[in-house]
């Protein structure tokens, strides 16, 4: 393997992680931050002097990379930049834990959401910047990213950005050059941010508010500068306004630019967004019944809110929770512990599906969901034909036979993982129901799930080894399973 040149990519990669920094350091420096100023000078300085030079000595000609290459790069990306992103949290002694520095940084990067801060108010605003930054930068991907500036060194990507993208189909290529397609996807990421932005400060947020919340949006993260989350603003514009945005970044990116196009049949056929369109139809209505019939308000116990149980409020709430689960942001503007049980049943389903591929959401994906749902069909229907011959259709076109067999296997093992996440929760003793939502929110990437992990939850209390698993977890989750667990396997080393 070309060790010298992954090494050579990695420094790279986290000269533009500290490159990230810089703005957070401005900030710092804004609200005179001292302790700040110290701590991210330190970090940035010595990693963007090692990550230039690490550039200029890929310039040399085009770097392509194996198979085993590729995985091994993008993996080590996203593990260096979980390491390089907590060091503000640890030097700034914000977080006096090396093993929550780690946890709080690599649930921003793999947008979960998930913390250990237990009052996030009282952080300093340049680190609530950078949190927020690290979603922005998982979302999209720091590798697609990388992609996307890779000509400036000379180096390709194809392989990189296929190892990283979600889904079953990794075809997402909007132009014949990979290349071209990162910086398409980052462009129209950057326009949806901003345009959230705008909206949020016509509700009446300030910019700083506004920013870190179109950044954990966009990336469907989480991370909030509020300790109630969405709710501290009681807005419904604000509410509806993040349900519009939580939406739209669980959808595919790239049909997203179809649809700006004016590619609007191809959209209609599309057989994930159809599914996922009716998902989020059948679930608020569930839910909105279930709200009604028990005349839930939104003012809640931990939001110390009140309002009278209108269906309007009703259907914000649901939608809201709704959009936030299976977006798996993981943003709040109530305790939905307290709603009814068949509602808390339909978000718990929730936990199982996560968005469409090719988003910036995590989960299973709906697309697996569609490929299962119509094998099962098929097989229903051989038992009543034998003979007869049956296949798939995804988007009116035959699907390829070997996108089951990959299905079944990324489910069987997404369950395992998930299976050995809760058993390592419950180790440090904490009730089934729990550790299940627990290590669905970390493989999910979700951040938000009931009891233990619902709205408000804080996980500082975690032993340290839990937080460790947990990161993996995370880390596995974003990148599909595969390109981390490849490592596992014994034909990987021998190739």
């Not at 401005?26 to 030079?53: C, D, Q």
């Not at 593990?79 to 709080?104: N, Q, R």
Request: proline letters at 3%; glycine letters at 10%.
């Amino acid at each position: 393997m070309k060790q010298t040149l992954v090494l050579r990519l990695l420094l790279a990669l986290l000269g533009l992680i500290a490159a990230a920094m810089l703005p957070s350091l401005l900030l710092a420096a804004v609200y005179g931050e001292g302790e700040m100023i110290r701590t991210f000078g330190i970090v940035t300085g010595p990693a963007l002097v090692i990550g230039l030079a690490a550039a200029l000595s890929l310039r040399k000609g085009e770097i392509r990379f194996r198979v085993g290459e590729g995985f091994l790069l993008v993996f080590l990306a996203w593990v260096c930049a979980c390491v390089l992103g907590c060091l503000p949290y640890y030097l700034s002694g914000c977080i006096p834990h090396f093993s929550d520095a780690v946890f709080e940084s690599a649930s921003g990067f793999t947008t979960t959401g998930a913390t250990v801060i237990a009052d996030t108010e009282s952080q300093p605003r340049s680190l609530l910047f950078w949190r927020a930054t690290t979603h922005w930068l998982g979302g999209m991907g720091i590798v697609v990213l990388t992609v996307a500036l890779l000509p400036l060194l000379g180096a390709g990507g194809s392989q990189l950005m296929r190892n990283e993208t979600t889904g079953p189909d990794k075809d997402t290529r909007i132009s014949p050059k990979i290349t071209a397609s990162a910086k398409i996807l980052w462009i129209l990421y950057v326009v949806l941010t901003a345009l959230q932005t705008v909206l949020l400060l016509f509700g009446g947020m300030n910019w700083f508010d506004a920013l870190i919340h179109s950044f954990s949006t966009l990336a469907t993260g989480g991370f909030s500068s509020r300790n109630n989350s969405i709710a501290a603003f009681d807005s419904p514009w604000i509410d509806w306004v993040t349900i519009t945005f939580m939406l739209i970044s669980s959808f595919n990116f790239t049909l997203i630019l179809g649809i700006l196009q004016g590619k609007y049949r191809e959209a209609f056929q599309n057989s994930e967004i159809r599914a996922y369109g009716l998902i989020v139809l059948l679930s608020v209505t569930i839910v909105t019944l279930s709200l009604l019939s028990r005349q839930t308000l939104r003012g809640s116990e931990t939001s110390g809110l009140s309002a009278p149980a209108t269906v309007e409020l009703c259907l914000r709430q649901a939608f809201f929770h709704t959009a936030s689960i299976l977006s798996t942001t993981g943003f709040t503007i109530t305790n939905h512990n307290e709603w009814p049980v068949m509602a808390q049943g339909v978000l718990f389903f929730l936990l199982f599906i996560g968005g469409c591929s090719g988003s910036t959401a995590g989960g299973i994906k709906v697309i697996r969901h569609v490929v299962l749902f119509k094998q099962a069909g098929n097989e229903m229907k051989r038992l009543l034909y034998p003979r007869g011959i049956f296949n798939i259709r995804l988007n009116n076109r035959v699907g390829r036979k070997d996108v089951v067999y990959g299905v079944a296997g990324f489910i069987f093992i997404y369950l395992v993982l998930a299976g050995a996440a809760a058993l390592l929760l419950s180790s440090a003793g904490m009730e089934p129901l729990s550790a299940i939502n627990g290590a669905l929110i970390a493989i999910g990437n979700i951040g938000l799930g009931l009891e233990q992990f619902g709205p408000g939850s804080v996980l500082g209390a975690l032993p340290g080894y839990t937080k460790w698993g947990l990161s993996f977890v995370m880390i596995a989750g974003r990148l599909e399973l595969w390109t981390a667990l490849v490592f596992f396997s014994r034909e990987y080393w021998r190739r």
